[in-house]
């Protein structure tokens, strides 16, 4: 019985890149054989994937304020998906160029004095907005670690980056209500479990009159929309600071929100 | 010891213990971190190259205690609560049969160190206690000895503090001695446990350290030798849970 066992335990419980381990450790999931593809990676096992999968998405449906939680769902429950986007991403010549040369959105690599000198309108100067109005920073979104490959681990952290992009994008406010309305957007264009998960489960904590304009009219236009733009991971945001905010919504296509969504300036 | 306030601890025995302790003066003393300026000179300076084992990493001596003092640090919010979920709540049952063992009564002076969440604490470290020679009639360590740089200068201050007569005891994680609870337990401990630490606590790296401290601890009998090493007599030891954990005694004469 031990026998028949044996292989099934060593693919659930062995480590990605990690030989066949001697008699002695077969069970132990962290060992010098498998080191880690990029800083902060965690190697883990597919049963580790699936523990970690199932006790995020409960965890962060418990405590929604866990965002680490849905970080973690995301990486391990992304990475057929994520494969897909990144394929999508070399097809394409801008996708292909940030693939390349993997740029990075945070306070380090921003030049804050040059995007506040903009016009107002350009994209660059209403990214900043949303910032200064939600008060969030770029700085808030954290390494990727269990994703078992280090291309595709840019790519997720690229999705995470340009999150904010988004909501300057839609127009939409860093509330419950705007969040799902970006969620359901980003699941449509990304197929990403995690995001899909987010766009269902999301709504669970809102009020019957929330969940009405939700479910009439803002799902459908951001599902809409979805369909409609290129994939926004395409976008070479750096690139397109002084771009107007309008000019790129025509040229992906996103309308007018059906309705103001309270918070956004 | 690491139990959520000492008072809880002892209610849980019956109320007989629970006077029997108040009696007790117990001390605790906590954060055991060999990293202050004055442990470092005194380590000889010969030792300032030689490394050692953080979890499967190996770093040197000196990195050791602060390495160690970090994962405390980053595990002290949610200590308890994850002891709980981790060990299914046996690990009360651990120190329940730890306090058995001890019979404490009014007027024992007992020393307790790496005292986690207990009451009333000094700030120490267990290779040089801030306490006289001869002056405890027990010293107690709970899962504590296992993350010190020098477990050999932990046990020597344990006997240099106690009374003659006094009494060592030590509840720590230890080998399984039964094959297939062996495979079971190093299953949940690398599966299951970092897992447990990354969701309810947001921190893999701790909990992926303290599985891997557990395996670099010495077994029963090489730690049983180490007691007696620091002058301890009768020495002896009792596993619990198939070895998971055991309780080691010994004497001072």
Redesign the interface.
């Known amino acids: 019985m031990a026998n028949l066992l044996r292989p099934v335990l060593r693919r659930l419980c062995g480590l990605p890149g990690l030989q066949r381990p001697a008699a002695e450790m077969p069970l132990r999931a962290r060992s010098d054989g498998a080191g880690p593809l990029y800083s902060h990676h965690i190697p883990t096992s597919p049963l580790q994937k699936a523990l970690l999968a199932a006790g995020s998405a409960a965890m962060a449906l418990y405590n929604p304020y866990r965002h680490d939680m849905v970080a973690v769902l995301g990486e391990t429950t992304g990475h057929r998906t994520l494969k897909v986007l990144r394929d999508q991403m070399r097809r394409d010549p801008e996708g292909a160029q940030i693939l390349q040369e993997r740029p990075r959105i945070s306070t380090s690599t921003l030049d804050l004095g040059k995007l506040q000198s903009l016009p107002e309108g350009s994209l660059g100067r209403e990214y900043l907005r949303f910032l200064d109005v939600n008060r969030v920073s770029p700085d808030t979104r954290a390494p990727t670690r269990f994703v078992d490959d280090e291309e595709l681990a840019y790519v997720i952290q690229r999705y995470r980056e340009v999150h904010d992009m988004l909501h300057t994008l839609l127009g939409m406010p860093t509330n419950i209500l705007g969040e799902i309305v970006v969620k359901w957007f980003e699941a449509v264009q990304t197929g990403l479990p995690m995001c899909i998960l987010g766009a269902f489960f999301g709504p669970i904590r809102l009020g019957t009159q929330s969940l009405q304009v939700l479910v009439s009219e803002l799902i459908p236009w951001a599902i809409q929309n979805g369909r409609r733009a290129p994939c926004v991971l395409n976008l070479y945001y750096e690139r397109r600071w002084e771009q107007s905010l309008r000019a790129l919504r025509e040229e992906l296509g996103i309308t007018a929100p059906p309705m103001h969504v309270q918070g956004l300036a | 010891m690491a139990a959520p306030g000492s008072c809880a601890l002892w209610s849980y025995c019956g109320r007989g213990w629970s006077r029997a302790m108040r009696g007790c003066q117990l001390l605790g003393l906590r954060s055991s971190w060999p990293g202050d300026p004055l442990s470092a000179r005194l380590l000889s300076q010969e030792k300032r190259a030689a490394e050692t084992h953080f979890g499967?990493e190996t770093v040197s001596e000196e990195e050791k205690g602060g390495k160690v003092y970090q994962v405390f640090e980053s595990v002290a919010k949610k200590y308890d609560v994850m002891n709980d979920m981790m060990s299914l709540g046996i690990h009360r049952v651990w120190k329940d049969l730890l306090l058995w063992k001890m019979r404490p009564l009014p007027g024992t002076q007992l020393l307790d160190v790496a005292g986690g969440t207990g009451l009333a604490w000094v700030l120490g470290d267990a290779e040089e206690l801030p306490f006289d020679d001869d002056k405890f009639d027990i010293y107690t360590i709970a899962f504590g000895i296992r993350n010190v740089t020098h477990i050999d200068q932990a046990l020597q201050e344990a006997h240099r503090v106690l009374k003659p007569g006094g009494r060592f005891l030590c509840l720590e994680f230890s080998q399984v001695n039964n094959p297939l609870i062996s495979?079971l337990y190093?299953?949940y401990s690398?599966?299951?446990i970092?897992?447990?630490g990354?969701?309810?606590a947001?921190d893999?790296?701790s909990y992926?350290y303290l599985v891997?401290s557990i395996r670099r601890f010495p077994s029963q009998e090489e730690f049983k030798e180490m007691i007696e090493d620091a002058g301890f007599h009768k020495v002896t030891y009792k596993s619990l849970t198939s070895g998971i954990v055991a309780i080691h005694s010994g004497f001072k004469l």
């Open positions: 499967f495979r190093d299953l690398f599966q299951v970092p897992v447990l990354e969701v309810i947001g893999w790296k992926q891997e």
